[in-house]
């Protein structure tokens, strides 16, 4: 199922929202996402900056397959940060980064994790 996936930060978790429909369908601590796809929409971004409060203009979108991976591959961790980036980014190299071939996306102790693999930089 196509999603959309942002941190919530009045619940302190992800928000899972259908492509099709736009409604959020569920709220979960971990999803997995195959060919993600890190957006952030420049008009909600430069809204933040000129507020000084934040919307959801940055998601993963993706396919949506909800299980866990305990044995997962070295993976690149990510950010997103409308005060310092224009896009998603590599947390080490600070690089841009948009796709991947997947995503799980999880929050512990209320701090949310974007860790990918197959990270294409441009």
């Not at 993600?36 to 396919?63: C, I, M, T, W, Y």
């Not at 980036?85 to 995503?103: H, I, L, M, N, Q």
């Amino acid at each position: 199922m196509r999603v959309e996936v942002y941190f919530n930060l009045h619940k302190k978790t992800f928000s899972v929202r259908s492509c099709r429909t736009g409604r959020v369908m569920v709220h979960t601590d971990e999803v997995h996402i195959e060919n993600p796809e890190f957006v952030v929409h420049q008009s909600g971004r430069n809204r933040v900056l000129s507020e000084g409060r934040k919307n959801v203009h940055a998601f993963v979108r993706g396919d949506a397959t909800f299980f866990r991976y305990t044995n997962r591959p070295m993976l690149d961790t990510l950010t997103y940060n409308p005060y310092k980036y224009v896009s998603f980014v590599d947390k080490k190299t600070e690089e841009p980064v948009y796709k991947a071939s997947r995503a799980w996306l999880t929050v512990t102790d209320k701090i949310p994790t974007i860790q990918a693999e197959g990270v294409q930089y441009d």
